[in-house]
């Protein structure tokens, strides 16, 4: 940095305390930046600032030194006064709690997070670097921190406001100074004007949501209104408040919202003036109160969002659609294949896709079939005729934005069931609603409040620099225009309340391209395989906070590997895995599936059971919104393990391991018609390939009581099927729970993988013959056949340890070609303390023993090399081992003694 240059800290007008906290917080994070007080600042800061402004690094604009800006860094807002020395292409970092606004903005950079103040951030950071704070630094961050978040009451309140608050009362922040200054009393002028608003204040119903609009004449007012719109909203507790003050002259307009349906800061920025989806306000001239007030009248009911819409229950992704003059024959395959009810008819050319998940306009829409219309004309023998007589025609669509009283109305009207959803911007096909959409809503919690309770689950549980770069892959995903969702078992967990860190990412559109563009805006690089359109993000190392800067980019085609310090933080997984959405079918039973693309609906669907086909929405829109197409979460509360379809177990018999290990995990039951299925497709585990089901076997043995989920697997007869010589018993539990005994209190790396451990023990009492069989069967790894034929090997050794009276040598003698592994397992499975103390000995004492002699001292001795050398070594090493020898003068001439025997035998020979 140039020493005539100076790094500024900004805010917006108007300040409140989370600008101006924010504006310490990122002072104490980059203290050779400036902050800068705006020109306006509420009157509560003003006097908070004449009794503590001593002891604060605050700076006016008349005081900054007439030196160039080099970079700014600009707290709570995205919009901003310039000071003097900055240019139009200064560069800067925007650090907020709002999304980030403009992200093509040529040198800006941003960090934030959807928490409920700005200053939060940044205390975290400061927290997490040990940085001190005194008493009114402390004061003013947890000021900063209740305004923002009503005293931690407002909705969109996060417990890492909780834990941020927290840590600052730690430091000695001072809750009767907090209350001075947030319940700051009303000016005469102000009481006054609240009055007037109070008595004006009209409330609307715009689109199921609660608007307040106040307006009232003040010509000579000169006073704060930000205060008195939080004054009213803590009386109406509105989804928006829009304040309208006639100065005469002009129109303060002050606006609020506590719901992401009214966004005030759009509304202010047609109106000529700014803010965000929160807080916005705008200076009106030239204009009448009336018409201002009509005319914000019509902005809302162009701009808030109905309480549901169809967004938030279609299925969304590119549908399964057929084209025109498909028979009815092939109709009935291809509900066979996919499984819905319905299917969008379409315009197609020649050589066209007859039907799938393809991306069709609504310009080609040509009507709707339903299974219904099929089952009849086959019943009928009209096989062979086009569906195109007997679907319902016509081109009836929505929007993701219609709500659901005219979605309603449509189907009755219609009679369609399943009505396409269409992007009015591109007339494109985006997805599909359906009757069962509609009956799911009913007696559902609200989808807000549903949204809320997923949102606070997320942040409780992940690591918040993993929350962070989730929501950086929302939003990127978004701006491409696909939706992006975490799937599965991490979903699944979450509202099981158990830890899971793993995110499965599935992508409704380009994986590839969004792990890219990914890579090339937060840094890191991608592998990706374009064959099953699958790519893994390999993070960035996480930075120090000092190092957010711009910094030069470095990038290759597919690989970008640009750095940008800061973006993540260091408790990152190395890499985050992005599928595209796809569906599957299977040719014949057991074999391995054929992919396609598909929607999340189909891509849950080929899922194995209903608990893992949750899905969460990360994206900034629907961010939380929770999709459950397949009673999976009714499942987990009445804890079932249920399968999807009745051919389930036969497409993939290896299915019937896993729910036996997810029913034993989680303490479930499997489903009555489940466990019936389950016996009906066991016998198929035969025509299984021997990896898959020795990984599924792995995957138990990873389990926290193995036992538990292989007895059940021989309950269901999978045991049998697998090798009829290994059952679960009562020595197998013991010993199982030894072993998990003795691996708690090991120190250092194991001997052995753990499943390879629990593997052996299973099978140590399988004959030569039997354990040929079973490696036959599972065609193991040669790592672990290492391991388990070494154990097999030391049977004979692990009688002859049992014997107490054992000299040294025996010791050493029996035990010296047995793998770390067996030495382990021995103990656990012989429950031998004699066994235990001899393999101790060994260990500890007998192995470490060293002779003086080698082969060369034989070789000069003329001795010739071969097995010979062994015996009289191990000969000398037993006398030292059994006390016969005790120095190297003993072991020379004993070793002395052994050669001249065998050279004497040898020349009788």
Sequence with gaps: ????????????????????????????????????????????????????????????????????????????????????????????????????????????????????????????????????????????????????????????????????????????????????????????????????????????????????????????????????????????????????VDLDDRIQMVARSTSDAVDVGRIAKALGGGGHARAAAALIRNRRVDEVQAHLLELLAQTVKPSVTVAQIMTHGVPVVVQSGVTIEEMAQIIQRYGFEGYPVVDGGAGATRAGPFSSQASQLRGIVSRRQVDRATHHGLASHPIDRYMRTGAITVTPETSIADLQRLMIESGWGQIPVVDPASDQIIGIVTRTDLIKLWGSPSIHSRREDIALRLEASLPASLLATLRQAGALAERLGYPLYAVGGFVRDLLLGRANADVDLVVEGNAIELAIELARTHGGRVRSHRRFGTAKWILPDAGDASQWHLVEEEQQEDEPDSRRAGDLATTLPASLDFVGARTEFYAAPTALPTVERGSIKLDLHRRDFTINTLAINITPSRWGELLDFYGGERDLQERLIRVLHTHSFVDDPTRILRAARFEQRFGFRIEQRTAELIGDAVDLLDRVTPARVRHELELIFAESRPE????????????DIIHPGL???????????????????????????????????????????????????????????????????????????????????????????????????????????????????????????????????????????????????????????????????????????????????????
């Design 708 to 719: 538990q989920a292989l007895r059940r697997l021989g309950e269901l007869g999978v045991l």
């Design 727 to 909: 059952p679960v018993d009562d020595w197998v539990a013991e010993r199982f729970q030894r072993l998990r005994a003795a691996m708690q209190a090991h120190s250092g790396p194991l001997p052995a993988d753990v499943d390879q451990l629990y593997f052996a023990i299973w099978t140590y009492r399988l004959d030569a013959l039997a354990f040929a069989q079973l490696d036959q069967r599972l065609s193991l790894m040669r790592s672990t056949l290492n391991v388990l034929e070494n154990l097999h090997e030391a049977k004979g050794a692990a009688e002859r340890l049992a014997l107490p009276a054992l000299l040294p040598s025996e010791i050493y003698l029996t035990l010296q070609h047995t793998s770390d592994a067996t030495r382990f397992l021995l103990p656990i499975i012989t429950a031998s303390p004699v066994v235990a103390a001899h393999i101790q000995r060994y260990q500890q004492e007998l192995r470490r023993v060293r002779l003086f002699t080698d082969g060369r001292d034989l070789k000069r001795l003329g001795l010739e090399p071969g097995p010979i050398y062994g015996q009289v070594l191990d000969a000398a090493r037993s006398a030292w081992m059994d006390g016969r020898i005790q120095s190297e003068a003993e072991e020379r001439r004993l070793v002395q003694q052994l050669v001249s025997e065998r050279l004497s035998e040898r020349n009788k020979i």
């Design 1 to 244: 940095m140039a020493a005539e240059s100076m790094i500024v800290i900004l805010t917006h007008e108007h300040t409140d305390f989370d600008a101006l906290a924010s504006m310490l917080g990122a002072h104490k994070l980059f203290p050779e930046a400036t902050p800068v007080l705006p020109r306006v600042l509420n009157r509560n800061l003003r006097e908070f600032l004449a009794l503590y402004r001593s002891g604060l690094p605050f700076r006016q604009q008349e005081e900054l030194p007439r030196r160039p800006v080099a970079r700014a860094i600009v707290v709570d807002t995205q919009s901003f006064t310039t000071v003097r020395g900055m240019r139009p292409d200064t560069p800067g970092l925007y650090i907020d709690h709002h999304a980030w606004q403009n992200p093509d903005e040529p040198g800006w950079q941003y960090w934030g997070d959807q928490v409920g103040a700005t200053t939060t951030l940044l205390v975290e950071k400061i927290a997490e670097r040990s940085l001190p704070v005194n008493q009114v630094e402390a004061t003013l961050l947890l000021l900063g921190i209740y305004e923002d978040t009503g005293s931690l009451g407002y909705a969109a309140t996060t417990p890492r406001d909780l834990r941020a608050s927290a840590w600052l009362l730690e430091q000695g922040a001072n809750l009767q100074v907090l209350r001075r200054f947030l319940h700051h009393p009303l000016s005469p002028a102000q009481t006054e004007l609240y009055n007037r608003l109070a008595e004006s204040s009209q409330v609307y119903d715009i689109a199921g949501h609660s608007v307040v609009i106040a307006a009232a004449y003040a010509p000579n007012y000169s006073d704060e209104i930000s205060t008195l719109a939080h004054s009213l909203r803590d009386i109406y507790e509105p989804d928006g408040l829009f304040l309208l």
